[in-house]
């Protein structure tokens, strides 16, 4: 089993940036590429951004390339979603997910763990 926690959320002003950490406990000693995922009322979760368990290989959804950043520190147990230039779009619910893969993959059904998400809100 793997438990993850999310942090960082909060309010924001368009234009400014969030950093969200995902602490990751348990049985870390697994391979996981691991995601980030969001989701707004109504909608469904959607992919934000991938990451290898290496670190060498990350994906991103178009909507969020060249603003968003995904990387991790294996030591920590911990990875982190740098987000700059936000925009009230971004505004949702931002989920840490853990996928036991060697591929990036991005549907939500794929992902194997999650945590409990953590509120973003970007006002105009």
């Known amino acids: 089993q793997v438990q993850l926690v ?10 400014g940036s969030l950093r ?13 590429a691991m995601n980030w995922f969001r989701q707004t009322s109504g ?23 060249g603003r968003f950043t995904i990387s991790r520190d294996n030591a920590k147990n911990t990875v982190y979603l740098q987000m700059n230039s936000l925009k009230p779009e971004d505004t949702a619910v931002y989920y840490c997910a853990a996928d036991q893969s060697f591929i990036l993959r991005k549907l939500h059904s ?4 999650w945590g409990k998400g953590t509120l973003v809100t970007v006002s105009s």
């Open 110 to 113: 794929d992902m194997d763990y």
């Open 43 to 65: 909608q469904e979760r959607e992919f934000v951004a991938a990451i290898s368990w290496g670190g060498g290989r990350t994906d991103y959804a178009d909507s969020v390339k």
């Open 20 to 32: 969200l950490s995902c602490a990751m406990s348990g049985r870390t000693e697994r391979l996981y």
């Open 6 to 15: 999310e942090s960082g959320g909060g309010l924001v002003q368009a234009g």
